[in-house]
């Protein structure tokens, strides 16, 4: 079984910063990608960002928040800069995990981490 624990979230004025972190614990063979969703009230969840051979955002966070990972620790994190009210949202991680035993690919979810910009 793999679980993924999320932390760092908080209540940041707008213009502030946090560090989100993820790490990944259990039968890992390999993790082929690693990356953060968000699901804002009344919204649905949306792609943030992720981490495979290179980095990806979304237009909404571009130049704003940056991911990266350490492989050795298996975990990735999101530095979000300059936050928005619009940013505030449940923040999720989310993992494309092999099996130490199986080559099959599984994608994981951690529980949420809740971020909210606010004065």
């Known amino acids: 079984q793999v679980q993924l624990v999320e932390s760092g979230g908080g209540l940041v004025q707008p213009g502030g910063s946090l560090r989100l972190s993820c790490v990944a614990s259990?039968?890992?063979?390999?993790?082929?990608?690693m990356g953060w969703y968000r699901q804002a009230p009344g919204k649905q969840r949306e792609w943030v960002a992720h981490?495979?051979?290179?980095?990806y955002y979304a237009d909404s966070v571009k130049g704003r928040f940056t991911i990266s990972r350490d492989n050795a620790k298996n975990t990735v994190y999101l530095q979000m800069n300059s936050l928005k009210p619009e940013d505030t949202a449940v923040y999720y991680c989310n993992a494309l995990i092999r099996g130490v035993y199986s080559s099959s690919r599984l994608q994981y979810w951690g529980q949420g981490t809740q971020v909210t910009v606010s004065s």
């Open positions: 259990g039968s890992i063979g390999s993790i082929d990608v």
């Open positions: 981490s495979t051979s290179g980095t």
